[in-house]
Structures are given as C-alpha cells and as structure tokens.
C-alpha cells in the first residue's frame, strides 16, 4: 500500500494497469481494492474511473507542493539568520586587535621575505 500513496505524491491520473505495473500488484482487480480500502480509510484522496480503468488522485500533489514550499521558505529564513551570525562573527574578528596586530606582522614578514629575495638577486 506505501507504494501506491508515493504514486500520489508523483502522478495526478494513472490507469489501474500501470498503478498494478509501478506497484508489482499482480492484478488490477487488487489494485482497485487496494485503492478502496485507501479512498475509504482516508489514506488517499482520489475517485476510480470503472469505465476507462483509471484513478485520479485529488490534491494529494499540491498538498505536498504546499508543504514543500513552507519547508523551503523555513530552510531560507534559517538560512538568512546563519548568513547574518557569520557576517557578524567575521566583522568582529576582522576588527579584534589580535587579528590586526597578527595581519601587520604577515604583512611586515612578507616585505622582508620580498626584500631578502631582491637583495639575493642582486649579489648574482
């Protein structure tokens, strides 16, 4: 039955043939009653055309696109608010008086190293 509700969540309409093919139900007699006892249950929202041996699942897709959205929007605001801690966090190291005093040394490191190259150039 779990692989005829993630058939909701993928198609609006499919034959009762191919729900038995993606399903590996051996006849689609099963597979209807299979979709009754879900349709009657609650599990799935669809109707079961007899006449053209198919079924219609009803809004169980956009449902899922409405909870995917939320899910999106909450992963974009946690998103934002990690993006703001890490600028501030960044801001107050690139400030702190250890990380300046560490970068003049660099700095003043790399001039020497610099200078000391030009100098051996020179005596060659």
Do not use: W
Not at 1 to 15: A, D, E, G, P, V
């Amino acid at each position: 039955m779990s692989r005829i509700l993630k058939l909701t969540n993928t198609f609006h309409s499919l034959s009762l043939q191919e729900v038995s093919e993606y399903c590996n139900i051996e006849t689609v007699e099963e597979v209807e009653h299979l979709l009754l006892l879900l349709i009657t249950n609650g599990e799935v929202n669809a109707s079961i055309d007899q006449r053209s041996g198919s079924v219609c699942f009803h809004g169980s897709s956009l449902l899922s696109a409405a909870r995917f959205r939320e899910t999106l929007q909450s992963q974009q605001q946690r998103l934002s608010v990690i993006q703001h801690a890490l600028e501030a966090c960044a801001k107050n190291v690139i400030t702190s008086p250890a990380f300046v005093q560490l970068k003049k040394t660099a700095v003043s490191e790399k001039r020497l190293d610099r200078s000391s190259q030009d100098s051996a150039e020179v005596m060659e």
